[in-house]
């Protein structure tokens, strides 16, 4: 992986130029979403499949007004599925409400308490949808085994959890993340668990090729201001990884020359 | 009166219901109505739609020609916020 003297992130062939992905969930209304969206200068926009509701106004905006596919690339998530069947079903629908479409996300819950990723029943689907002809990208738990068989499988992007998903709590494991990235040939993307810039910044600092978020976003007190302050700490902790940092170490050495002093 | 009303029924449309379930729920449709016929009947033309019938995916070209059966499972599905 690390196709470090590119700037953008090529995923399945086709290179974006933000390394910021964004989640659609949990916005105010459809015009925050779509000034957030803007601020954070995502190109890929994770999006859910849900059944159509009944008799309400068929006129009313629709999700894919604010990000029209016109100008995002939508990202169908299988959010809510907790077994294989089901998130395959949801994705064979988004590929057909999306013209054939077959980029994903996948995503296998074990339950409702943790939403951590139902491993088996994730490498599963993962198969069933790669044979198929999608291009998945996939949450998953930061076990570098399990990353590695879905790698295997033909998914085009691993995407470990950072913390659970919704939680804020940032980059818990950056050992296993770093494991991880080193031994990718596909793009390592942190979905979940950002809470603040920083973390973000932490992501992309360990290597990664991209951040998926969405809660750290849309539950800020203003996730327009955010979604920008997200765009800027994937850059610089991009542009950080790229520099290449100073190694740690204990003892202290001055930044100005001891020749001359006048002490 | 009789022959009258007989005539009429020969000649009036007899709809023929059967039941669909749509998104979880009961729905009478007519018996020779299309996939296309069910997304007018709920004005959702030209919306961002996909459907699936009993778990199989019809792609929007059979949608005219697509006819229930009674009994048939639909889920009508569109895209939303999501993470």
Same mark, same amino acid.
């Given at each position: 992986?690390?196709?470090?003297?590119?700037?953008? $992130?090529? #995923?399945?062939?086709?290179?974006?130029?933000?390394?910021? $992905?964004?989640?659609?969930?949990?916005?105010?209304?459809?015009?925050?979403?779509?000034?957030?969206?803007?601020?954070?200068?995502?190109? %890929?926009?994770?999006?859910? *499949?849900?059944?159509?509701? #009944?008799?309400?106004?068929?006129? &009313?905006?629709?999700?894919?007004?604010? !990000?029209?596919?016109?100008?995002?690339? *939508?990202? /169908?998530?299988?959010?809510?599925?907790?077994?294989?069947?089901?998130?395959?079903?949801?994705?064979? $629908?988004?590929?057909?409400?999306?013209?054939?479409?077959?980029?994903?996300?996948?995503?296998?819950?074990?339950?409702?308490?943790?939403?951590?990723?139902?491993?088996?029943?994730?490498?599963?689907?993962?198969?069933?949808?790669?044979?198929?002809?999608?291009?998945?990208?996939?949450?998953?738990?930061?076990? /570098?085994?399990?990353?590695?068989?879905?790698?295997?499988?033909?998914?085009?992007?691993?995407?470990?959890?950072?913390?659970? %998903?919704?939680?804020?709590?940032? %980059?818990?494991?950056?050992?296993?993340?770093?494991?991880?990235?080193?031994?990718?040939?596909?793009?390592?993307?942190?979905?979940?668990?950002?809470?603040?810039?920083?973390?973000?910044?932490?992501?992309?600092?360990?290597?990664?090729?991209?951040?998926?978020?969405?809660?750290?976003?849309?539950?800020?007190?203003?996730?327009?201001?955010? &979604?920008?302050?997200?765009?800027?700490?994937?850059?610089?902790?991009?542009?950080?990884?790229?520099?290449?940092? #100073?190694?740690?170490?204990?003892?202290?050495?001055?930044?100005?020359?001891?020749?001359?002093?006048?002490? | 009166?009789?022959?009258? &009303?007989?005539?009429? #029924?020969?000649?009036?449309?007899?709809? *023929?219901? %059967?039941?669909?379930? $749509?998104?979880?729920?009961?729905?009478? !449709?007519?018996?020779?109505?299309?996939?296309h016929d069910l997304i007018n009947a709920l004005s959702l033309t030209n919306q961002a739609l996909a459907i699936a019938v009993n778990r199989e995916v019809v792609p929007r070209a059979q949608w005219a020609a697509y006819r229930f059966s009674d009994g048939d499972k639909v889920d !009508? !599905?569109?895209? *939303?916020?999501?993470?």
């Amino acid at each position: 992986m690390n196709d470090s003297q590119h700037t953008g $992130l090529t #995923i399945a062939g086709k290179t974006y130029g933000s390394r910021l $992905l964004v989640g659609s969930g949990k916005y105010k209304d459809l015009e925050q979403t779509r000034l957030a969206t803007e601020a954070s200068g995502a190109d %890929i926009i994770t999006v859910a *499949i849900r059944r159509v509701n #009944i008799g309400q106004d068929p006129n &009313a905006p629709s999700l894919l007004d604010a !990000v029209p596919p016109s100008r995002y690339t *939508i990202l /169908p998530n299988t959010a809510g599925c907790y077994n294989a069947k089901d998130a395959v079903y949801t994705l064979q $629908l988004a590929r057909e409400l999306l013209n054939g479409h077959t980029l994903v996300k996948l995503e296998v819950l074990g339950d409702e308490k943790t939403l951590f990723p139902n491993m088996p029943e994730t490498l599963k689907a993962a198969e069933t949808l790669v044979k198929d002809g999608f291009d998945v990208m996939v949450y998953c738990s930061d076990d /570098p085994i399990q990353a590695k068989m879905l790698e295997e499988i033909g998914c085009c992007a691993v995407m470990p959890l950072a913390s659970l %998903i919704g939680s804020g709590m940032g %980059i818990l494991n950056p050992w296993n993340l770093s494991l991880i990235i080193d031994q990718a040939k596909v793009p390592v993307l942190v979905d979940a668990g950002v809470g603040t810039a920083s973390d973000a910044a932490i992501a992309m600092e360990l290597g990664c090729d991209g951040v998926l978020m969405n809660t750290a976003i849309a539950g800020a007190q203003d996730p327009i201001r955010m &979604a920008r302050a997200m765009k800027l700490a994937v850059e610089a902790g991009r542009e950080a990884f790229l520099s290449g940092r #100073i190694p740690r170490k204990f003892a202290a050495s001055p930044s100005s020359p001891m020749a001359g002093r006048i002490a | 009166m009789l022959k009258a &009303a007989l005539s009429s #029924i020969a000649n009036s449309d007899i709809r *023929i219901m %059967i039941v669909i379930e $749509l998104n979880g729920e009961s729905r009478s !449709v007519e018996k020779d109505h299309s996939v296309h016929d069910l997304i007018n009947a709920l004005s959702l033309t030209n919306q961002a739609l996909a459907i699936a019938v009993n778990r199989e995916v019809v792609p929007r070209a059979q949608w005219a020609a697509y006819r229930f059966s009674d009994g048939d499972k639909v889920d !009508v !599905v569109r895209a *939303i916020g999501g993470g």
